[in-house]
């Protein structure tokens, strides 16, 4: 364009001849007659490619692509595949790889427009009234758990209209995962939409897959639903219905990238979800496309629109009734978890979430652990099993519940230091059981009042279990008066009152004699002569 422009100038403006141009610029004469005669460059001509040996094998690779309109995807004829038939059944040799594979890339669509089918499905822009639509998908989020990398499930509820979305992390992607998130996601969105909520065929919530959009839901899914007042949409099988809901495909990408590279480190899923919380804060001031308006403040209008939440909240959690076996364990969802010893044979109830694993006898809550990543694990308190080691004092050493608590520090060098010392004086069964003695104070007393009666009675040499309680109590006050500011006030000085004195104050004064025996003297003296 700019040669163009610079020969119609220097003609314009010198009348220089076509040679003269053309010497000037050095270009041809024939450039130089197409810029006087148009400002505008021709266009270039494309370059037909042709391919004499290919032309009488056209109608056997048409015939080929022709067969797969009916064909499963999978098994359709690649560029290769053609070549090989064509080399096997028409002993063709010197024809390329590069020229079947331009021809099929050419004549493929042609085959398919021909047929009535289009090779990609349009799509038509869609409307979405405030408040009245979202949408919901679990994504896969890697995570360094503790140091170790551990895939957890990012569910994602995205409103349609502000794009306003919520992220919970969980362990697994069960219903009760599935329900805590909804629950969460209502409550950070301020309400609950309108209309419909638009979903893949989720196991927590569908069952069976009909014809259509025909499904069969969960019941507990169901009153979930009603609970909550809304529909849920479900979009077609496979990936022909992953455009329905578009909004929450691209949502969990667009988040990955933006606040989870790299892995984000963190000890716990809780934890976990306080950045994701924060992170959520920080999208509302970003912006959707080319929109003028921010996240933020779109959602400001579609909040009051909203449905309101539910009076009564909705029990999320999954309730099971496992069998306590012998080793005091339960079985929940392939892992295993600790009870009370005194469960042993008993059925317990057990309520799930996706963080948690609680443990019920009647209304009575006696075990809580913090749920397992992966499956076949076992996830032991050292303090369920006390009464039986008190039997079994040998299986302390190489229990599995002492190696967890100690990973965990609930076993500290306090204990080991004191069981070293019992097993020294007393032998290993006797200082074994005045070990589990100290163990078992820990549920009357606070943790560092034993852990200061360890040491006490560490520090005169003491192995007893209940020097290490009595010097617990008296350091239990002490650790009270720690914690709270106020406690440490000077108070008035304590006097020991003898309970016989307080109790014969408490009597009425009597002026009777004293009670006499010389009667009884007497008649001793008379019976006597």
Not at 240 to 246: F, L, N, V
Not at 509 to 524: K, N
Request: net charge positive.
């Amino acid at each position: 364009m700019e040669l163009f422009e610079a020969i119609r100038r220097d003609q314009r403006r010198e009348e220089l001849s076509i040679r003269q141009l053309a010497d000037r610029h050095r270009v041809h004469r024939r450039t130089v007659r197409q810029a006087l005669e148009s400002a505008v460059p021709p266009a270039r001509k494309q370059r037909v490619f042709v391919a004499p040996v290919l032309d009488p094998l056209k109608p056997v690779i048409d015939a080929m692509l022709r067969e797969d309109l009916d064909a499963p995807r999978k098994q359709r004829h690649t560029a290769r595949r053609v070549l090989a038939r064509l080399v096997d059944e028409h002993e063709v040799d010197e024809i390329s790889y590069s020229t079947v594979r331009d021809y099929i890339a050419k004549r493929r669509p042609q085959i398919l427009a021909e047929a009535g089918r289009a090779l990609e499905a349009g799509c038509v822009p869609q409307a979405h009234p405030p408040a009245a639509e979202a949408e919901v998908d679990f994504h896969d989020l890697w995570v360094l758990l503790r140091g170790v990398k551990t895939k957890t499930a990012l569910f994602t509820m995205r409103l349609s209209c502000s794009a306003r979305a919520a992220h919970r992390a969980s362990l697994s992607q069960g219903q009760e995962a599935f329900l805590e998130g909804h629950v969460y996601a209502f409550d950070r969105l301020g309400g609950v939409p309108t209309d419909k909520i638009r979903y893949d065929n989720l196991k927590p919530a569908v069952s069976r897959v009909l014809f259509g959009r025909t499904r069969v839901e969960t019941q507990r899914w169901v009153a979930f639903r009603s609970t909550y007042g809304f529909d849920a949409f479900y979009c077609q099988p496979g990936h022909e219905g992953s455009h329905e809901k578009g909004g929450v495909e691209g949502e969990g990408g667009r988040f990955r990238r933006n606040h989870c590279v790299p892995m984000p480190r963190v000890d716990s899923i809780a934890e976990l979800n306080a950045l994701l919380e924060a992170w959520d804060d920080a999208d509302d001031a970003r912006r959707v496309g080319n929109r003028t308006a921010s996240v933020g403040q779109h959602w400001a209008i579609e909040r009051p629109l909203l449905r309101p939440l539910p009076d009564e909240p909705f029990d999320t959690t999954l309730t099971l009734t496992p069998r306590v076996d012998r080793y005091a364990q339960v079985m929940v969802r392939c892992n295993q978890y600790s009870v009370p010893a005194r469960f042993i044979g008993h059925r317990v109830r057990v309520k799930l979430s996706s963080t948690a694993v609680r443990v019920f006898d009647r209304g009575a809550l006696v075990a809580e652990h913090e749920r397992a990543v992966g499956k076949g694990m076992h996830v032991l308190e050292l303090d369920h099993y006390l009464e039986i080691l008190l039997r079994k004092p040998g299986a302390l050493p190489g229990a599995t519940a002492l190696v967890q608590a100690c990973a965990a520090g609930v076993f500290t060098a306090a204990h080991e230091a004191f069981w070293a010392a019992a097993r020294k004086q007393l032998g290993d069964p006797a200082g074994t059981r005045a070990l589990i003695e100290v163990l078992l104070l820990h549920r009357h007393l606070d943790r560092h009042a034993v852990l200061a009666g360890i040491t006490a009675a560490l520090s005169v040499g003491s192995t007893s279990a209940d020097v290490v309680a009595v010097e617990a109590r008296k350091a239990a006050p002490r650790q009270v008066a720690a914690s709270e500011p106020e406690a440490n006030a000077p108070r008035p000085a304590e006097q020991v009152i003898s309970l016989t004195e307080r109790r014969l104050a408490a009597l009425p004064a009597d002026d009777r004699p004293m009670p006499s025996v010389d009667q009884y003297d007497e008649l001793l003296a008379g019976g006597s002569s």
